[in-house]
């Protein structure tokens, strides 16, 4: 896969993420971006491990569908990490 599709896809999945995830996320474009492409690694990964696929960086619709999922793990633990225990 060529960078500039990697990149774009990583967009897309990032996008979809952000879209479905309830809650508002302050995140410009190129962190949407690198959210994409982390979650895009996730996906692939538990993919990999799930359909027992040798190349995880394959592009595939089962892909795109496990990096916005990724993306979505991603979200979720990063908002995990960024709260603070606010004690009255």
């Known amino acids: 896969m060529s960078l500039i599709a ?33 979650g895009s690694f996730v996906g692939g990964l538990v993919s990999s491990l799930i359909y027992s696929r040798g190349n995880f960086l394959s592009l595939h619709p089962t892909g795109i569908l496990f990096s916005v999922i990724g993306s979505i793990v991603v979200l979720f633990l990063a908002g995990m990490g960024g709260r603070r225990a606010v004690r009255g």
């Open 6 to 38: 990697f990149l774009v896809v990583g967009l897309i999945a990032g996008l979809i993420a952000r879209a479905i995830y309830p809650g508002t996320q302050a995140m410009g474009l190129l962190a949407t971006m690198l959210l994409g492409i982390v």
